[in-house]
């Protein structure tokens, strides 16, 4: 019994991490059909951002120690925007008539450009900033013990999964989305502003992406190339669920999570198999992805 | 910030050095033209490559002004000024054969220092051989390098062999009377983690016969998140939690486990755990033993050499040296100690045939104590290993490590002639243990 919750407990734990991971990569696909390699970049700049920010006010500010939740957040919203803005309008908008495949060449020139980057504005060191993550103490469990901060975790992803399809399904902003999805010629010609949707789908992604970074960044040690080795999990996320469909991206790291907390309890030596055993099998079934909608090829 | 601003300054003076002694002539007899291999990118440099790229640059600068204490005070190598040549180990085990060739052919090095990946050793060792270059290895581990190159030549390895981190370790459980009836384990998938393992265990049941085995996991590299891996532990209830997690790994499975009680009312033990030590404060429960891959960093020996180049480096980079930064100075001492007991007339450097005559026998001075090059016929380094407890002063921000514990070479190193595996099986023939 005590197996059956923890593997429930961490793999809830760890989908609600894939998900804050592959939200704002399945974003900016399903908006402009970008295979997005840069947003590992995104999620290493806000980690970097976040500890840098609270490295520093637990070391030079002596305020309020719950103070750190709001910097997290703060620095991952300044370096997402920042960021979003200057690579979209800098480089991705003069490149949106190129076929996808150049786009993941091109956003993986970035990934390389900004890892190096990151390295340049932060260091090399690694940042311990650890102080939110003890902050919220722990809780006990059918005798297994949970940080309390990972369960917070939980509820935010649960909150922006909320968010994301109550604007996608129930706003304005949301139904002029689809419409921009489903057919951006169209759209165009029925007045949308497709260069301001794109604009401000990518600052989104990008800012989903370092969001997930500066949450993550208080339980891990923040040091370069942490963004490459997130890249892969969030594909094969986004890959189950379906590219661009938020609710696949949902259901997609509830799948992987579980599955993979199953692995590590049951038979830990098919744990790595195990994630991507689950993308093959969901693609050998539905080569679309669960959510994803198989789209008839324009001649 | 003010210490990664220090670190990443130090990193790029270093660099500057380099873009600036890059363009010498490779002729320049007046010189002693270093190749230094080292992680500058990729998540092993923070950890290990920059602090050992660190340690060269301190080292080189009081060794060219002559600035070392005995038995080192001759300038440079044998009085020769050394020139650094510095380039990157990241970019897989391929490439690094080929910026090897360079560094010969090219850069025409009269020596070269280098390596952390076991991959990247394994990878450049026969080429070493082919280009009869003096090549010495400061850090990785792998037991398999003199078992598979059995007659080296132009190849040393100054830092200790990975077998003894974990011998050590398993030594230093029982000694200090820990409750090991059931252990567990937490490595990294890959060569380093399952060897790691295989060694530990093999250890405790060969020192206590009847030891359970209770969980064993093996997540991927750099996966960074351990959730599911600390309830799969915590379930099984071991009383001891292994492992050799490196780097960043390392440091989150510290922060998560703490948080998660992992190490309440059990021992973890760290084999690489002292490269944290800084950065761990109140994350890490006081008694989690931490080893330092030998006695270096925060485990060196109370020697002049030691306390002058701990003093040296902290002047210089604001920072304690954590053990890559020890075994490269190691490594240096150790060439320049074989090249100025190669004969050659001080001022001039000796043939490459000469120096490599010089080095398997050689016992040198290091900052981390005596190192002794007798085992793998002379080319691989038998040195003392230490571990020891974590304590953190709250009040003081200050980290140490209590209860110290040193183990010689001969007590945990195999002999010549039978592979590690082997020699745990048989019962460790031939220890020499205090």
Known sequence: ?299 | MKTTTKTLGSALALAATVALTSGASAADEAKFRLGLVTFLSGAAAGPFGVPAANGAKVLIEALNDGQVPAPYTAKGINGVEIEPVIIDEAGGTTKQVEEYRNLVERQKVDAVIGYISSGDCLAVSPVVEELKVPTVFFDCGTSRLFEENKTPTYLFRTGPDAVIDNIAAARYLIDTGRKTDSIAGINQNYAWGQDSWADFKATMLALKPGTKVVAEQFPKIFQGQYGAEISAISVARPDVVHSSFWGGDMEALVLQGTARGLFDGRTGILTTGESGLDRFKAQAPNGLILGARGPFGALQPDTALSKWFTALYNAKTGLQPTYPTSKMAQAILGLKAAAEKAGAKPGSLPSKEALVGAFPGLTFESVAGTVAMSRAGGHQALQDITYGEYQYDKKADKASLAKLKTYAGDCVMPPDGISSADWIKAGFPGAKCN
């Open chain 1, 1 to 299: 019994m005590t197996t059956a919750i923890a593997i429930g407990m961490d793999g809830l734990i760890y989908a609600s991490w894939l998900f804050l991971v592959a939200a704002g990569l399945t974003v900016i696909y399903g908006v402009m059909r970008i295979l997005n390699m840069a947003h590992g970049s995104f999620y290493a700049i806000g980690a970097s951002a976040g500890a840098a920010l609270v490295t520093w006010y637990f070391a030079n500010v002596d305020g309020n120690a719950y103070w750190s939740f709001l910097l997290l957040p703060a620095a991952a919203v300044v370096a997402g925007v920042i960021l979003g803005l200057a690579v979209e309008q800098g480089l991705l908008r003069f490149l949106y008539r190129q076929n996808e495949i150049l786009m993941v060449i091109v956003t993986y020139a970035l990934l390389l450009i900004l890892e190096d980057l990151t390295k340049l504005v932060f260091g090399v060191d690694p940042y311990f900033a650890y102080q939110p993550y003890g902050l919220l103490g722990r809780c006990e469990i059918a005798g297994l013990i949970f940080s309390n901060y990972d369960l917070m975790l939980v509820a935010v992803s649960a909150t922006i999964a909320s968010g994301a399809w109550f604007i996608l399904n129930r706003t304005v902003t949301g139904k002029l989305l689809r419409a921009v999805v489903h057919d951006r010629e169209i759209a165009m010609a029925m007045g949308v502003n497709v260069s301001a949707m794109f604009a401000a789908t990518f600052v989104v992604g990008a800012t989903l992406g370092a969001l997930a970074g500066a949450l993550t960044a208080p339980a891990i040690s923040v040091s370069p190339g942490i963004g490459v080795e997130v890249i892969i999990l969030a594909f094969a996320v986004v890959v189950v669920g379906g590219l661009g469909s938020i609710e696949g991206a949902i259901v997609g790291s509830l799948m992987v999570g579980l599955s993979r907390a199953a692995a590590v309890h049951l038979a830990p030596e098919i744990e790595l198999f195990v994630i991507y055993g689950v993308m093959a099998l969901v693609l050998a079934v539905r080569p679309q992805g669960l959510f994803g909608r198989a789209a008839a090829r324009k001649i």
